[in-house]
């Protein structure tokens, strides 16, 4: 009758076990962090008009944020529509701008039409707007772009600090609301 007993229990913390340790190791791991939860505000398919800075130009055009690539990065799509500008400035205007996790921060690349390309290191300052800075070390100009959302609009401007100076200037700024 022991050795049923014993042969029962080995049985049993044999099969039994090793699911008791699983889900007691699943219910205390900690959930994955959303990297883009402070970006959620941005997500969808928005319209853009040009307000003011320093290019002068009258631009309207659609823009749109989503994840991408099953959620590890998330992607900012645009174009221009309407353009009436100085002849300096590019109408047939388009860029992608690419935000993805690394390290303990979030990091963007911008390319455009014209061959420029930005790494910026992003933050959210508030729970609607984002600041992308790019690295004052590189030479040549410091860029940055600024997202803020209020109730259904979201504005953005592009900044410029050339070197030397202390001060970022608009080169464009605009908003416009959901399409």
């Not at 969808?44 to 099953?70: C, H, N």
């Not at 921060?105 to 992308?132: C, L, M, Q, R, W």
């Not at 070390?137 to 609009?153: H, S, V």
């Amino acid at each position: 009758m022991r050795s049923r007993l014993r042969i029962f229990l080995t049985v049993c913390l044999l099969t039994c076990a090793p699911g008791l340790f699983t889900s007691s190791a699943q219910s205390t791991a900690p959930a994955a962090r959303d990297p883009w939860l402070p970006f959620n505000f941005l997500i969808g398919t928005w319209e853009a008009k040009t307000a003011s800075g320093t290019a002068d130009a009258k631009v309207s055009g659609i823009y749109s944020f989503a994840p991408e690539l099953r959620d590890h990065i998330l992607a900012r799509h645009s174009g221009s529509a309407n353009c009436k500008a100085p002849t300096d400035f590019d109408c047939e205007h388009s860029d992608q701008l690419y935000l993805y996790p690394e390290g303990a921060g979030i990091k963007a690349i911008y390319f455009d039409n014209e061959g420029h390309v930005i790494h910026y290191d992003v933050t959210t300052p508030t729970p609607t707007s984002a600041v992308f800075l790019s690295d004052p070390a590189i030479p040549g100009p410091q860029f940055r772009l600024i997202y803020e959302r209020k109730d259904a609009i979201l504005a953005g401007k592009f900044q410029i600090r050339m070197p030397g100076q202390t001060e970022f200037k608009s080169y464009l700024e605009w908003s416009g609301g959901h399409r």
